[in-house]
């Protein structure tokens, strides 16, 4: 029986290995018995000029764990970049309804006193027809829009992994943040945050480590040193008394005779891809800095949007109620009335798309830099 350890060492990629054994020898014809051991043996192998993969896995393991950290951050504000995507979502569609439901009945209004004119004797059939099939219209919308509420919801709901499904309003986040955003700070945020910057320097070392690795390929040379302690006797502490000393020391080569280039060849691959390597780092960095910078670059411009939306849904708003009780009293035809609630219908709609997109790139901006802006 025996027991043994062996432990490398990182810096020179060397082992040390500890163990101790003991035998029994028995003559059965005549009843006698033996007994071998060694008490301690210790054995040091020291590899000169070979690669050491424990000296860059030191280098790259705190990277990896790093990486993994700011990986788990970087996940938890993109959930918040799709929680806000699906939230909107329901916002939309509610608004949708809304105007549904306020197309549906103005029409419903519209259509009382047009059939009272035609009793009248002062409209015609055409215009109540007219009017009809928007009220059909403005149904069908309405439904469609409740659909969507309902579908929108239960994709928030099973997204958050909520059990509560019923419906709420949702209100739009219609009071923007000041835009005064510091490029510097933001881009030295960025290197001590993202994953990605921690990736390019676990991607760089790997490649480092692997040209080292083909450099050195075939170049070792083994030291070994080893030093024991052995006895025997007839019983089993006799082992322990005066073990008796046992040292070696040896030195082992491995050299290659030929490889017909093979080792060139493996350092010029590993030496092309460091190189490629790099490149594909400074463009990753390129393009994530460029996408930053429009980014910054575009807030302001979908603030401005958003702020002129709004003008433009009040001024919409005002304009058809004007025209609806012009088309009431007889002064605006069914064409105009049906003119002015398209542009007020679009009007709301391209506001509240205005504001989705600025809030869109908010949070993009937020989740690409991982920061507070």
Same mark, same amino acid.
């Given at each position: 029986m025996g027991i043994g350890f062996s432990q490398p060492i990182p810096f020179t990629g060397g082992t040390v290995a500890v163990n101790t054994d003991l035998y029994r020898f028995d003559d059965f014809v005549a009843n006698t018995k033996q007994y071998n051991g060694t008490p301690v043996f210790v054995r040091?192998?020291?590899? !000169?000029?070979?690669y050491n993969p424990y000296k860059w896995d030191k280098q790259i393991a705190p990277l990896l764990l790093q990486e993994a950290t700011q990986m788990q951050k970087a996940t938890l504000v993109q959930m918040a970049y799709e929680v806000y995507q699906l939230y909107f979502e329901i916002a939309e569609a509610q608004s949708n309804e809304q105007l549904a439901i306020s197309n549906l009945q103005n029409c419903n209004a519209n259509l009382v006193i047009e059939k009272r004119k035609v009793q009248? &004797?002062?409209?015609?059939?055409d215009k109540v027809l007219q009017l009809e099939i928007q009220q059909i219209n403005s149904l069908q919308q309405q439904r469609a829009a409740q659909l969507n509420i309902r579908q929108?919801?239960?994709a928030l709901?099973?997204?958050?992994?909520?059990?509560d499904t019923s419906s709420k309003q949702m209100q739009l986040?219609?009071? !923007?943040?000041?835009?005064n955003i510091d490029k510097e700070k933001i881009f030295a945020a960025i290197k001590q945050n993202l994953p990605q910057y921690v990736a390019f320097q676990r991607i760089r070392l790997e490649a480092l480590s692997k040209t080292d690795e083909a450099k050195k390929q075939g170049r070792q040379i083994d030291l070994v040193a080893s030093y024991g302690l052995n006895n025997a006797g007839t019983d089993l502490p006799a082992i322990y008394r005066n073990p008796q000393d046992q040292q070696r020391f040896s030195i &082992?080569?491995?050299?290659?005779?030929?490889?017909? &280039? %093979?080792?060139?060849?493996?350092?010029?691959?590993?030496?092309?891809?460091?190189? $490629?390597?790099?490149?594909?780092?400074?463009?990753?960095?390129? %393009? !994530?800095?460029?996408?930053?910078?429009? !980014?910054i670059n575009e807030l302001p411009v979908l603030k401005t949007n958003v702020q002129q939306s709004l003008l433009l849904d009040t001024l919409s708003q005002k304009?058809?109620?004007?025209?609806?009780?012009?088309? $009431?009293? &007889? %002064?605006?035809?069914?064409?105009?009335? $049906?003119?002015? $609630?398209?542009?007020?219908?679009?009007?709301?709609?391209n506001y509240i798309a205005s504001l989705r997109k600025f809030w869109e790139s908010y949070y993009l901006l937020k989740s690409k830099t991982m920061s507070e802006l």
């Open positions: 040091l192998t020291q590899p !000169l000029f070979k009248l &004797g002062v409209s015609t059939e929108a919801f239960l709901t099973t997204y958050i992994n909520s059990s986040p219609e009071q !923007l943040p000041a835009i &082992g080569f491995n050299i290659p005779i030929a490889d017909w &280039g %093979k080792r060139k060849n493996n350092v010029d691959i590993a030496s092309l891809r460091e190189e $490629q390597t790099e490149i594909n780092k400074k463009q990753a960095e390129a %393009k !994530l800095i460029t996408d930053i910078t429009n !980014l304009r058809f109620v004007i025209t609806n009780r012009l088309f $009431q009293s &007889g %002064k605006a035809s069914l064409l105009e009335l $049906q003119t002015a $609630q398209t542009e007020k219908d679009n009007a709301r709609r």
